[in-house]
């Protein structure tokens, strides 16, 4: 049975990023949001092999697994136990088929690790991103202005309803609280921490990551701006957030550390 690295996060905290270079290990593999997989199904997988035999391998079972992550799943997630388990297969086909025992999944919400963690090791990775730098990321996909107050705002409810869930289950091997801006300098840290509790092994990837080349994305269908491109580096955040927004991005930092 293949185990899982769950990392969790509101949207753009970065987790594609450290998903893709998990993924990089030679005992894993980066497959995007599988919570996802079921809307995202006749997407190419970004590898660039349109042929993809990963996924080829549990094309029958895309359309079966539905989308049973969202925060109202929860108490499903915790309590519940159904005669489907289409996504406990479909993570053991994903990982027969890149012959590796861990898949790194980015779905991030504590219903869909949970839902993981009934039948198999989870790792859990809680990923946070600063308020000024969501915001930024945001703003720069959608086209708009930072509004660093209200994904101050969101940060602080994923962050809450995250804690809650992973404490209550105590299903999870291990969650590790991690700041994108730390870790997107230098994810040493974090993947000797993974390496040593036996999970993905990141350590050559990241040294080849950290000495200025690029990695492979990995195996992710989902759409998003990152895992549009087929390789990645390591590019240090910028903060890019207009100094007017400041005060209301500070207040708000202020009382979700004070929660
Ligand atoms: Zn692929």
Redesign the pocket.
């Known amino acids: 049975m293949a185990g899982v690295v769950a990392i969790l996060g509101s949207g753009r905290c970065g987790s594609t990023v450290l998903g893709a270079l998990l993924g990089a290990a030679p005992n894993a593999v980066f497959v995007g949001e599988l919570r996802h997989v079921h809307r995202d199904r006749d997407r190419p997988?970004r590898?660039g092999?349109v042929q993809?035999a990963?996924?080829r391998a549990v094309a029958d079972l895309l359309p079966r697994v539905r989308d049973r992550g969202g925060h109202r799943h929860l108490p499903e997630a915790l309590w519940g136990e159904e005669a489907d388990d289409s996504e406990a297969e479909l993570v053991d086909g994903l990982a027969a088929a890149a012959g590796v025992p861990w898949v790194v999944d980015t779905s991030k919400t504590p219903a869909w690790a949970l839902r993981m963690a009934r039948r198999r090791p989870v790792l859990a990775l809680t990923l946070q991103r600063s308020a000024p730098g969501l915001a930024s990321a945001h703003a720069a996909r959608r086209g708009l202005r930072p509004q660093p107050g209200r994904s101050a705002v969101s940060l602080a409810a994923h962050d809450v309803a995250t804690g809650a869930a992973l404490a209550a289950a105590g299903r999870v091997l291990g969650s590790t609280p991690l700041v994108w801006e730390d870790v997107a300098r230098d994810p040493t840290a974090v993947v000797a921490d993974l390496a040593a509790r036996g999970g993905p092994d990141a350590r050559g990837p990241l040294a080849h990551l950290m000495s200025g080349g690029a990695l492979p994305i990995g195996?992710p269908k989902t759409a998003n701006r990152m895992a549009d491109a087929r390789e990645f580096r390591l590019a240090p955040p910028e903060d890019v957030v207009p100094a007017s927004y400041r005060a209301a991005v500070w207040a708000m930092e202020a009382l979700r550390r004070w929660r």
């Open positions: 997988c590898c092999d993809c990963i996924w195996h």
